[in-house]
């Protein structure tokens, strides 16, 4: 199996996409079935190393054990690389299933490259920056990149409070961003950001702790539908 071999208009759509870094890691395939059940898509997975951040999650292999669930109903995985030399590890995702490889500017010297492999694997090229890293380091990247990620928090652990500028920083991404390409932000999304966030410009809203944190998941990523629809009547972006 291999990524970004189906329809791609979900890296535009408007959506909510839970992060399962806050999930029970015991419970991956039930909690993901859950939120498939519940409406959700777009599932993103955060991979850390314990070098370009301190904390070491989880490889490729568990996105091969969700791919199938996600693709057969539709879905994608969207996966954001916190590590170092993130090129290294584009061929191991591509074959495990996953739809994005998002990487951030800081981790890798040859960063054009590196979109053009990911795009050459068949998944969806991406790009993130850290909060304190001028988003005018991705303005040649964005030529190459087909999703534009906001951090929204320091990467590295779920929970954090949101950081407040970052909704200027995701206006300055959509507008770097050229057509056909998204615009994510990650970190703090809940129900007092998730409406602020879209209207700033982000189409796909990534959420962890506030869908994975309630007693149930399903219910919580609904009502955070419900409040990014509301919001719609500001415009799209």
């Known amino acids: 199996m291999t990524g970004g071999s189906r329809d791609r208009s979900w890296i535009t759509d408007v959506q909510v996409c839970p992060s399962i870094l806050a999930a029970d890691f015991g ?15 777009t599932f993103h997975v955060d991979v850390m190393d314990g070098h370009f951040v301190p904390v070491i ?9 969700l791919a199938g669930d996600v693709h057969e109903r539709g879905g994608a995985l969207a996966v954001h690389l916190m590590v170092e030399r993130p090129e290294r590890l584009v061929d191991d995702f591509a074959k495990a299933g996953a739809d994005a490889f998002t990487v951030h500017v800081e981790s890798t010297v040859h960063l054009h490259r590196t979109l053009q492999l990911v795009r050459e694997s068949g998944m969806v090229p991406g790009v993130t920056l850290n909060p304190a890293t001028p988003v005018a380091l991705l303005e040649e990247a964005a030529r190459e ?41 990650d970190g703090g999304i809940g129900a007092e950001t998730v409406a602020a966030a879209f209207r700033a410009g982000a189409n796909r809203l990534t959420a962890g702790s506030a869908i994975y ?6 219910t919580a990523y609904r009502e955070l539908v419900a409040l990014v629809d509301a919001a719609r009547d500001v415009g799209t972006p």
């Not at 999650?57 to 054990?65: D, K």
């Not at 407040?164 to 998204?182: D, F, I, K, V």
């Not at 944190?213 to 399903?218: C, K, L, T």
């Open 27 to 41: 419970a991956f395939r039930a909690q993901v079935r859950e939120l498939l059940d519940a409406g959700a898509r």
């Open 57 to 65: 999650t989880f490889g490729h292999g568990v996105v091969e054990a």
């Open 213 to 218: 944190g309630a007693s149930e998941p399903g």
């Open 145 to 185: 990149a087909d999703n534009l990620l906001c951090m929204s928090v320091n990467p590295g652990w779920g929970g954090q409070r949101f950081i407040p500028s970052s909704l200027e920083r995701t206006a300055a991404l959509r507008r770097l961003a050229r057509p056909g390409a998204g615009v994510e932000i």
